[in-house]
């Protein structure tokens, strides 16, 4: 039989291969070798590692391991371009990234085959999906560039950004980083995962012939150490990460009390949800492109297959047939369905996770597939009878590696879907819009594809829930990170602070009564506790809707102005705060009440407040010795404030995106959960309302702490809140000592947000002791954060901090 007529028989795929030649040329051109490109030059190399192709070993370049004092040039330079790079308009800023966007554009074919060279993915991902995303993603943020004093008003760039990345995506991560923090008026230093250097240096060289100005982009190369001193460099004032949970959690804690900002692109363990009236056969394709895409090595992968019990059967067996014409093999060969893992560790990393799995119980599948010799290669795995407690149930693979077990129910697949403590993304198959759109929102987690998987777009916002980070990569919520409010940065130590109401106190607030940023506020032990059994009553704590007494028994004394005592409060401890959790997380359906009914009992809350506001005012008077002026202007901006969230309630919402595929994006403002609040020592009752209520109206219950030194005006609340409808749980209320009770909640794992008012020192252990499940955290750091400024706190700056967006995908139109 001729050649031709066997191919027609046998249908066997001939080669296709790329041409790598450019790509090497271009390696040549350097020399093989590079050094950082800092301050628009390269530096000489330093000591060097190689950087080579996983599909055959064979090195393509060196390049240089970065040092402290290589970060420390790179910030410099990059401190020294700020001024006027942030100085530029933004129309200018965006012709740059224009004309950035453009050169991938024209290059594509060179950066796509450097990619898959150095990174092993498949020609066909790079070629198609990865590199015209990069230019998408210059494109998008060059328009916010000059649209930033609308869109974004009163808000400015951070300063020096350091970025680093890891492997999986090396340009396409680089320009999620680097778009939006330059369009921001930002400059960056990026540091490239240790195993894909090179497209993140050819980059450098466009940037170079684009004519960014030096000193805007700095690429510097090395392994963990130099992304550490990058994380640890004092003059970076933001850190944007993507890569491993457990590197997230190390830089959290490192950044902790440095004032830096930080966004987290981490982990997941995504679930791929088929029920049983989906289009099985697009579900399967869907699954091919959810783990097979990138060998798996995707942080929002569909890794998780959650089956329909009633189809189970029949779908694993479509899954197999489909996973036997696999075609592994050459990366730059078109045709070929997965390529090569990015180096041999992730190899052994992932077929030590898949015996784990078989020695845990699971039941392995891999089809009969060749494999090449050579090179860092695994065949499509599928691994079936496990259940939700397996290893490989919970642990991300990060390989070519599906694990699957099934559910019966709806509610029983939203369960599964939710055991993990990622939440990246998620993807649900059913012919059933209702059924769809009822699961979607149930979903814990950044990102929802119905009937579609893995689609991307600048336009769309990208980013975790729980353990998969926090902040957002893409759209208008990816530019917000990398801006702050002007004022927030000149924000002064809070001992210099005045606030407006200040003014009016008759005395200030660090009298004997208390200091107003967080220092212990009452001596222990002060005299025999006997001595205060004068006061009759004891304002206890609010918890689940209900007055309870203190676990301790103990309660503390509270003195007014003059330093008489005018009162009691329980002591609340570990306990106290546990059974305030547990009341808050069995509230958290208070996040799918109407937005409309939740406005309702703010706007009651604060007509009840103002019912009683003499004898808040009193109160107010007698705990800090504030003139009646002072303590009418804060009950009424107290009112005030509950009536602004009131109106936000149902107005701070989502929108729809329309991106360039078959499909809108739905960006849902959810709510983050249950928010731990430790309010201001000064303005008693104004600055626990001023948190109160913007993490209320959006949905989250609540467990504050209020005010150590004057907790009266907030327990004399309990009664406001019973006759305001505040469902039971919603708001709960622990009095004590601030700083104890607030590292108890920074560090249990049901609370999922964390605000503290307090000083510099106790807001760094607030952060560090976040690290547990990574809560967001907000602090005031000792700065002079004014509460009472209605101008800066009666919208979206607690709102954002308040919310978080997902983004549901749906198909939609021709
Ligand atoms: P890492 O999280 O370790 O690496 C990500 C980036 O951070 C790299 O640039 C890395 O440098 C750098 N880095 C490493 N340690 C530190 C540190 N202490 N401080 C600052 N920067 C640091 O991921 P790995 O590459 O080691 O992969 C390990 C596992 O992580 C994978 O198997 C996978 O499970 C997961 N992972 C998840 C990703 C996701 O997007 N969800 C992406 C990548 C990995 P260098 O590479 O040079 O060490």
Excluded at 28 to 51: E, L, Q, R, V
Excluded at 406 to 413: I, Q
Aim: proline share 6%.
């Amino acid at each position: 039989m001729n050649k031709i007529a066997q191919i027609f028989e046998t249908l066997e795929y001939g080669p296709a291969p790329e041409a790598a030649q450019p790509a090497l040329d271009w390696l040549a051109s350097h020399g093989n070798k590079f050094g950082h490109y800092i301050d628009g030059k390269w530096t000489a190399p330093g000591k060097t590692f190689a950087s080579t192709n996983p599909a055959n070993g064979k090195a393509l370049a060196d390049v240089t391991e970065g040092t402290r004092e290589d970060v420390d040039k790179a910030v410099k330079a990059a401190r020294a371009a700020f001024k006027t790079w942030s100085a530029l308009s933004g129309y200018e800023r965006g012709k740059y990234l224009y004309a950035i966007a453009r050169a991938v554009q024209k290059h594509s074919r060179l950066f796509a085959v450097l990619e898959t060279l150095d990174n092993g993915k498949p020609i066909r991902e790079s070629r198609d999906v990865d590199i015209p995303l990069v230019a998408r993603h210059f494109y998008h943020p060059a328009g916010w560039a000059q649209q930033l004093s609308r869109a974004f008003p009163g808000m400015v760039p951070y300063g020096v950004c350091g970025q680093i990345i890891p492997w999986n995506f090396p340009l396409l991560m680089l320009a999620w980083k680097i778009a939006p923090a330059l369009a921001a008026g930002n400059t960056v230093i990026l540091k490239p995962a240790e195993f894909t250097s090179l497209t993140a240096l050819l980059f450098a060289e466009i940037c170079d012939r684009a004519g960014l100005p030096k000193g805007v982009v700095n690429i510097i190369t090395g392994e963990g150490p130099t992304g550490q001193a990058m994380v640890a460099h004092p003059g970076i004032d933001k850190i944007a990460f993507t890569g491993s949970t457990e590197v997230g959690k190390a830089i959290r804690a490192a950044t902790a009390g440095s004032g830096k900002g930080l966004s987290l692109e981490l982990g997941g363990k995504s679930p791929y949800l088929v029920f049983e009236d989906a289009d099985l056969d697009s579900a399967i394709e869907g699954l091919v492109d959810a783990i097979w895409f990138n060998q798996g090595q995707v942080c929002c992968a569909g890794s998780r297959l959650l089956v329909q019990e009633s189809i189970e059967e029949k779908f694993l067996a479509k899954l197999k047939k489909r996973m036997a014409t696999l075609r592994v093999g050459d990366p730059l060969d078109k045709a070929v369905d997965i390529g090569a893992l990015v180096a041999p560790v992730q190899v052994e990393r992932v077929r030590d996770l898949v015996k784990k799995g078989v020695a845990e119980g699971g039941t392995l599948y891999e089809p009969d597939i060749d494999l090449p010799k050579g090179g860092c290669f695994l065949r499509p795995a599928l691994i079936s009878d496990i259940s939700p407690a397996n290893t490989v149930a919970t642990e991300e693979i990060f390989g070519p590696v599906l694990v699957e077990m099934s559910f019966r129910t709806p509610e029983e697949g939203i369960a599964l879907a939710n055991n993990t403590r990622y939440g990246l993304a998620a993807t649900l198959w059913s012919e059933n819009i209702n059924l769809a759109l009822d699961i979607a929102p149930k979903i814990k987690a950044g990102v929802v594809w119905i009937n579609g998987t893995n689609q991307f777009d600048a336009a769309v916002g990208f980013g975790g829930y729980k353990e998969s980070g926090f902040g957002r990569e893409g759209g208008k919520e990816g530019m917000a990170v990398y801006l702050k409010p002007a004022w927030e940065k000149a924000l002064k130590s809070a001992a210099a602070r005045t606030s407006s109401f200040d003014k009016l106190r008759m005395r200030s607030s660090t009298s004997a009564s208390g200091s107003p940023h967080g220092e212990p506020v009452e001596p222990r032990g002060r005299g025999n506790p006997l001595d205060t059994a004068a006061i009759d009553q004891t304002a206890k704590m609010y918890i689940g809707g209900k007055q309870v007494r203190p676990d301790s028994g103990y309660s503390r004394p509270v003195f007014g102005a003059g330093g008489a005592l005018i009162g009691e409060v329980g002591d609340g401890n570990r306990k106290d705060i546990r059974n305030a959790v547990e009341a808050a997380r069995a509230a958290l359906g208070w996040g799918t009440t109407a937005a409309h009914n939740r406005a309702q009992i703010l706007f009651f809350l604060a007509e009840n407040l103002d019912y009683r506001r003499k004898e808040f005012a009193d109160r107010l008077r007698a705990e800090t010795g504030a003139t009646a002026a002072a303590a009418n202007k804060e009950v009424d901006a107290a009112i005030e404030r509950l009536f602004a969230f009131a109106g936000w309630a149902d107005k701070y919402d989502g929108t729809v995106h329309n991106p360039p595929t078959r499909a809108i994006a739905a960006a849902m403002v959810e709510p983050i959960g249950v928010i731990g609040i430790v309010a201001p020592q000064e303005l008693p009752l104004l600055g626990s309302i001023a948190l109160l209520a913007p993490a209320v109206a959006m949905g989250n219950p609540v467990v504050l702490v209020p005010s150590a030194a004057h907790p009266l005006s907030i327990t004399d609340l309990y009664q406001v809140i019973e006759t305001s409808d505040v469902p039971a749980g919603v708001i709960n209320i622990v009095t004590g000592d601030a700083e104890v009770l607030a590292k108890t909640l920074a560090e249990h794992d049901g609370i999922d947000a964390m605000w503290f008012c307090g000083s510099a020192e106790a807001s760094a252990l607030v952060e560090k002791a976040s690290i547990g499940n990574l809560k967001q955290t907000w602090t005031s750091r000792g700065l002079s954060f004014d509460l009472a400024d209605a101008d800066k706190f009666n919208g979206a700056y607690f709102l954002a901090k308040s919310t978080q967006v997902k983004n549901i995908w749906i198909p939609y139109g021709a």
